[in-house]
């Protein structure tokens, strides 16, 4: 690329959401910005941001502007697709953008919480391929009372019929006489893995909803909501599967 195409750095970055070109010009000469793996200190760097690999502080920046990146709170009874030929509420009766947007695995049609939508193709595969691992956490209801080696026994390790399954954390969230939420975290995806885990021990859920995906976390967003994600959470998925 010569010296008068593509976009200065700082204009490319202050468009990312990054901050004012200011301040984008005070991390490159900070150092903590790198092009294609190459650390930038010059404020006058142009690059092409629709093929550049941009990291800022170790985190990658998406600077193609047509990428869309969102978090929806799926209702309970709403299934998991942008369409459902059977006519029933989908994840597209939620969505108000106009962008033609992919949903970054599923969710049980009986099970609400987060999903992430986006259209950028080769971080949906890898976010949902099960070699990067990436860990999912919910809350799940089931009636107690709860043995002290429910946790133990869990992150152990039960066999399914079609192999064995582990959580990878798990901890009481809150006890309200027989009702118990448990959080429950896992990395694989398998359909119904969470249910199917906890009634082989002996505890069926009676709700779930899944409240992080990754990095990202449901918050406060209301069932059938949705919301952009921040220019760090985009960095933060990025990080989790290695891009």
């Not at 152990?156 to 064995?164: E, I, R, S």
């Not at 909803?209 to 449901?218: Q, W």
Request: aromatic share 6%; glycine share 12%.
């Amino acid at each position: 690329m010569s010296e008068n195409e593509g976009v200065r750095l700082q204009k490319v970055l202050a468009e990312a959401g990054i901050g004012s070109r200011r301040h984008c010009e005070e991390l490159i000469g900070e150092g903590r910005v790198t092009v294609d793996g190459k650390r930038v200190f010059r404020f006058g760097e142009r690059v092409d941001p629709r093929r550049a690999v941009i990291h800022v502080d170790g985190r990658r920046v998406e600077t193609r502007a047509e990428m869309r990146y969102y978090a929806i709170n799926k209702p309970r009874g709403v299934v998991s697709t942008m369409a459902d030929e059977r006519g029933r509420k989908s994840l597209a009766d939620y969505v108000e953008v106009p962008e033609r947007l992919f949903h970054v695995g599923r969710l049980d049609t009986d099970t609400e919480g987060l999903i992430l939508l986006t259209n950028d193709g080769e971080l949906s595969h890898r976010l949902t391929h099960p070699s990067y691992g990436v860990s999912k956490t919910y809350l799940a209801e089931i009636h107690g009372p709860i043995p002290r080696d429910l946790g133990k026994r869990l992150k152990a390790g039960v066999t399914l019929d079609d192999g064995p399954a582990k959580a990878d954390g798990f901890r009481i969230f809150d006890q309200v006489g027989r009702r118990v939420l448990v959080e429950i975290t896992l990395h694989e995806g398998r359909k119904h893995i969470v249910r199917r885990l906890l009634k082989e021990v002996g505890f069926p859920v009676q709700q779930l909803a899944r409240i992080e995906f990754g990095p990202i976390k449901l918050g406060q967003l209301k069932p059938g909501g949705m919301r952009a994600l921040t220019v760090h959470e985009v960095g933060e998925l990025y990080k989790a599967v290695g891009l």
